[in-house]
């Protein structure tokens, strides 16, 4: 059976396919209300690319000069690679998600043989406006319907709040996870895998506990703090903690600010404020508002250094990065940017760990 982590490590490595005797429904982006999803009754798995792969079929319907690792991910649609996939919901989290959302529902009219899921985008805007509220509740309770289509559950207010409950444990969970990666008791691709392992919420839950009460190693290196393009892989990850240091904390949505805002309240309506309120993520929260939690949360985490890593065609990143430096001066803490990075991998000219 093995040790809880080595359990996570391998849900986390065998994601796609799904398990078998589920309604599977892809998710793009982390927008999409996975509460919802498993309300109806299915298992939400988000899609995450695949570096080093040939994305010429994505290039053909998206261009190059789209995030990398949107080709990667409609590439890996087109040629099968995720196993089983019921259906796909895409979220406006940034444009490549929005341009991956077109293709997929195009190629579904244009080209059926291929064989590609029904698609539905789930827009959420991130406004603090009241009338944004609404029409972030207006989307989400389109998305129900489609949902109770999809899947032939009724998403009663019982069952909306079980599921909000759940997740938000497992978001409790993934904090508490966090406090162990900063007491270096987990490696940053560890962590990385622990967050993304893909399996049904409740079991996912219980692996986490019996992770949290489990003996684990204490590693040692220098504690970087990772800001910038997010990492739907532990590529870059790996490289750096195979020079030495250690990723203690990231202000990615594949990574800690997955668990940085709960629901609190078991409701739709406080669903929609989670996801309108979610971030601050570089696509969708001002360059004050990323300065100010980059800064908190590398100091929280007792960062020695500060890299923000930038992906080819990611082009909100750069525009944060002289406040985010600004931002660590009182924490004394440095920062440097890798900019134009090839996706999953970090091209180190200058070795500054160690």
């Known amino acids: 059976m093995g040790t809880p982590l080595e359990r996570l490590l391998d849900h986390y490595e065998q994601r796609y396919p799904a398990a078998s005797g589920e309604f599977v429904i892809g998710c793009v982006g982390q927008d999409v209300p996975v509460e919802l999803v498993t309300a109806a009754g299915a298992l939400p798995v988000r899609l995450a690319g695949r570096p080093g792969m040939d994305v010429t079929p994505g290039e053909t319907y998206l261009g190059r000069g789209v ?98 409950m759940l997740h938000d444990a497992r978001r409790d969970l993934w904090r508490a996870v966090s406090a162990l990666r900063r007491d270096l008791r987990l490696t940053g691709v560890q962590a990385l895998a622990v967050f993304g ?31 910038g393009s997010s990492h739907d892989n532990p590529e870059v990850y790996r490289s750096l903690e195979e020079l030495g240091s250690v990723v203690v904390g990231e202000d990615h949505d594949w990574g800690d600010l997955l668990a940085t805002r709960l629901v609190g309240e078991p409701t739709l309506a406080a669903l929609v404020e989670r996801y309108q309120y979610n971030g601050p993520t570089a696509a969708r929260a001002s360059i004050a508002a990323r300065a100010a939690h980059t800064a908190q949360a590398a100091a929280d985490c007792g960062a020695e250094l500060v890299l923000s890593y930038v992906r080819r065609n990611d082009d909100a990143p750069p525009w944060d990065f002289p406040a985010q430096k600004e931002a660590l001066r009182p924490h004394g803490i440095p920062a440097v940017m890798f900019d134009r990075q090839d996706y999953g991998s970090i091209h180190l000219a200058e070795v500054f760990v160690g």
Do not use: K, M, Q
């Open 197 to 227: 392992a893909v399996l049904p919420v409740t079991e996912h839950n219980r692996l986490l506990r019996a992770l949290l009460r489990s003996d684990l190693d204490v590693h040692t290196g220098r504690r970087i703090f990772l800001t």
């Open 67 to 164: 995030d990398p690792s949107a080709l990667s991910v409609l590439t890996r649609l087109l040629t099968g690679e995720y196993g089983r996939l019921d259906r796909l919901l895409v979220s406006r989290d940034c444009e490549a998600s929005l341009r991956l959302f077109y293709a997929v529902r195009e190629l579904r009219r244009l080209e059926p043989g291929l064989g590609l899921p029904e698609t539905h985008l789930v827009d959420v805007l991130h406004l603090p406006h009241w009338t944004t509220t609404r029409y972030v509740g207006s989307r989400f309770a389109e998305l129900v319907a489609v949902l109770e289509r999809w899947t032939g559950t009724r998403l009663t207010a019982p069952r909306i709040a079980s599921a909000i």
